[in-house]
T-cell receptor
Framework: RKEVEQDPGPFNVPEGATVAFNCTYSNSASQSFFWYRQDCRKEPKLLMS???SGNEDGRFTAQLNRASQYISLLIRDSKLSDSATYLCVVNSEGTYKYIFGTGTRLKVLA | GAGVSQSPRYKVAKRGQDVALRCDPISGHVSLFWYQQALGQGPEFLTYFQNEAQLDKSGLPSDRFFAERPEGSVSTLKIQRTQQEDSAVYLC????????????FGPGTRLTVT
């Protein structure tokens, strides 16, 4: 089993839709969680960190469920410019090793 | 300000050749990471530097891979006797400090081994 798993998609949604992605992790010692966005043939860029209490940044909401060992990303009012691959990233306490998921591809359609 | 830069952007190597990939992190960033990203996959951790110290090299796939950051700024990833399975994008990232700060990625070096 991979340490960090994501549904690769693609998720094809119309503009204005709400879409949610989940990411599961296997290491219960994981302490830091992030969502990165990667456009085609570009480098990953931080979208948001994920905090225990959940956090929101504009149209984006991230949640952490430690009991079930997953994090989620909710995108409201999808824009064409949201089309990208969303990478879930996990880091465990005491290590510098960041584990990336394979990414979930999102296509927002006009 | 300047971001993370990597060179070369593209490299074609014949099987068995040695290659050296360079990373210039953001000035003042203590942490530097190297990742390997195969097509359709997420980045895979290779190694981590804190200043000039290589604190974690657990992700290096074989002893053909070697990384250094001798003065705590520029880093080089060297791959000896390249194999076809080494074909990937090699990403470098830097961050100001520690494990919970944002990593800034360079554009990557696309390595193709023929």
């Amino acid at each position: 089993r991979k340490e960090v798993e994501q549904d690769p998609g693609p998720f094809n949604v119309p503009e204005g839709a709400t879409v949610a992605f989940n990411c599961t992790y296997s290491n219960s010692a994981s302490q830091s969680f992030f969502w990165y966005r990667q456009d085609c043939r570009k480098e990953p860029k931080l979208l948001m960190s994920v905090y225990s209490s959940g956090n929101e940044d504009g149209r984006f909401t991230a949640q952490l469920n430690r009991a079930s060992q997953y994090i989620s990303l909710l995108i409201r009012d999808s824009k064409l410019s949201d089309s990208a691959t969303y990478l879930c990233v996990v880091n465990s306490e005491g290590t510098y090793k960041y584990i990336f998921g394979t990414g979930t591809r999102l296509k927002v359609l006009a | 300000g300047a971001g993370v830069s990597q060179s070369p952007r593209y490299k074609v190597a014949k099987r068995g050749q040695d290659v050296a990939l360079r990373c210039d992190p953001i000035s003042g960033h203590v942490s530097l990471f190297w990742y390997q990203q195969a097509l359709g996959q997420g980045p895979e951790f290779l190694t981590y530097f804190q200043n000039e110290a290589q604190l974690d090299k657990s992700g290096l796939p074989s002893d053909r891979f070697f990384a250094e950051r001798p003065e705590g700024s520029v880093s080089t990833l060297k791959i000896q006797r390249t194999q076809q399975e080494d074909s990937a994008v090699y990403l470098c990232a830097s961050s100001f400090w520690g494990r919970t700060t944002e990593q800034y990625f360079g554009p990557g070096t696309r390595l193709t081994v023929t």
